[in-house]
Nanobody
Framework: VQLQASGGGLVQAGGSLRLSCAAS????????KGWFRQAPGKEREFVAV????????DYADSVKGRFTISRDNAKNTVSLQMNSLKPEDTAVYYC?????????????????WGQGTLVTVSS
């Protein structure tokens, strides 16, 4: 499966952005999908995940209540709505497709990765 992320950009603190990820190829629409991010000098970290059915979601504590993950299996897309953005949210955001249909925070459970989209939040 190939993943293409988009929607990143520059936003002021308190603002919003919506990231989208389009899947093509063998899309495994029933697999869980997730978002991770990597800030300069830091390891890639989990942000959010949604189960294959779309019923179950999980979020990192740092984004809970501010970010919302959703998916449209008919369109093979997954989105991340980011509100109340903070400077510490600045990072390259990656969408990923899991090998499984259940949600997981582990990078090892994700077999396909998009190219990343940069989100910069100014103070």
């Amino acid at each position: 499966v190939q993943l293409q992320a988009s929607g990143g950009g520059l936003v002021q603190a308190g603002g919003s952005l919506r990231l989208s990820c389009a899947a093509s190829g063998r899309t495994f629409s029933s697999n869980a999908k997730g978002w991770f991010r990597q800030a300069p000098g830091k390891e890639r970290e989990f942000v959010a995940v949604i189960s294959g059915s779309g019923v179950y979601t999980d979020y990192a504590d740092s984004v809970k209540g501010r970010f919302t993950i959703s998916r449209d299996n008919a369109k093979n897309t997954v989105s991340l709505q980011m509100n109340s953005l903070k400077p510490e949210d600045t990072a390259v955001y990656y969408c990923a497709a899991s090998k499984y249909n259940f949600q997981s925070r582990s990078r090892a459970d994700f077999g396909s990765w998009g190219q990343g989209t940069l989100v910069t939040v100014s103070s």
